[in-house]
C-alpha cells in the first residue's frame, strides 16, 4: 500500500487493520518516523512508529504506550500495538482541529481546562520513575532543579497542535515524554505559547491563575522555572538560527522573565 514505509511495516499492523485502504499524513509534524491516519477493513486508526532502536526516541513511544490507560479519555485509547523492527501504536482516530492560542481564541478554556484535567489524573504507578529533568541543565542555580520536582503527571509538551478540539470533546495528544514533575510545569509551558501566540505575559498568567496548580505553586519556583525556560529557548534558538520558532519562543520567554521582574543578563546553557 502507497504511503506505508515498507512492508515489513505492513506486515506488522495487517492482523490490527486487515487491508490498508488510505494513508493520509498530518500536515503538522509529530516526534516520530511514522505517522499517519490510516482507513482500512477493520477500522480507522491513527497510526504512530518509531524505528526499533536504542534510544530516547525508542524511550518515548514506549512511555507514550505505558502512560496511555491512565490518560483516557482526556487522549484517544491505544487501541493496538506492534512491534518488530518498528514499535507501531494504533490509536482510535478522532475528529479534530489543533487550537488557537491566540488572543479572543474561544479554544482556551478548553486548553486550561486540559490542564486541569491532567491534575485530576493523579500520578500513575508507571509514571514514578519518570523524574522530570528536561529544565535542570538550564538552572540559573544547581539548587534550583529541586523546584521542579514534584509528585504530578507532567504533560510538558503543551502547544496549540496537541490539544485537540473536536464538535464535543477535547484531546490533550503526543504523550511523548510523560513525567513525574512540578504540578505548574504545564501551565507555565502554556504561558509561554501564549505570549509566542500574542498575549501579553500579564494576560497570559491570567489565563492560568485558575489551574490549581498554579495557584498552589511556589513563586520562587515559577521565578526559577521562567528563567530555566529562557535560558532553554535562548540556546535552542542559537543553535537552530533558521527555525523562526525557536526565536519566536525565546523572545516570549523573555517577555514573561521581564514580566516577572527577573531582568538579569542570562547566558544560554546547552
Sequence with gaps: MTGLPDSHF????????????HV???????????????????????????????????????????????????????????????????FEAVTGRASSFKPGSPDLPAAIGSLDRIAGVGLPDVARKWTETRWDAYAADPSDVELFR???????????????????????????????GAGFIDAACLV??????????????????????????DSEAIDAFAKATLRMYTGFAERSPDASWLRAMAAAARAWVN??????SLESRS
Aim: hydrophobic share 40%; charged share 20%; net charge negative.
Design 10 to 21: 505492513r506486515d506488522l499492523i495487517r492482523p490490527h487493520t486487515g487491508q490498508v485502504g
Design 24 to 90: 493520509l499524513v498530518p500536515e503538522r509534524g509529530f516526534s516520530s518516523d511514522f505517522a499517519a491516519v490510516i482507513t482500512s477493513e477493520k477500522g480507522e486508526f491513527f497510526v504512530k512508529a518509531m524505528f526499533n532502536n536504542p534510544g530516547g526516541r525508542r524511550d518515548s513511544i514506549l512511555r507514550e504506550k505505558l502512560i496511555n490507560p491512565s490518560v483516557q479519555p482526556l487522549s484517544p485509547p491505544l487501541l493496538w500495538s506492534a512491534e518488530g523492527r518498528w514499535i507501531i501504536l494504533g
Design 150 to 180: 514534584g509528585n504530578t503527571l507532567v504533560h510538558a509538551d503543551i502547544n496549540p497542535s496537541n490539544i485537540m478540539i473536536g464538535e464535543d470533546a477535547t484531546w490533550l495528544v503526543d504523550w511523548s515524554w510523560p513525567t513525574r
Design 192 to 217: 509561554v505559547q501564549l505570549v509566542s501566540a500574542g498575549h501579553s505575559a500579564e494576560d497570559a498568567e491570567a489565563w492560568v491563575a485558575g489551574c490549581t496548580a498554579w495557584a498552589n505553586a
Design 259 to 264: 514580566h516577572r521582574g527577573l531582568n538579569e
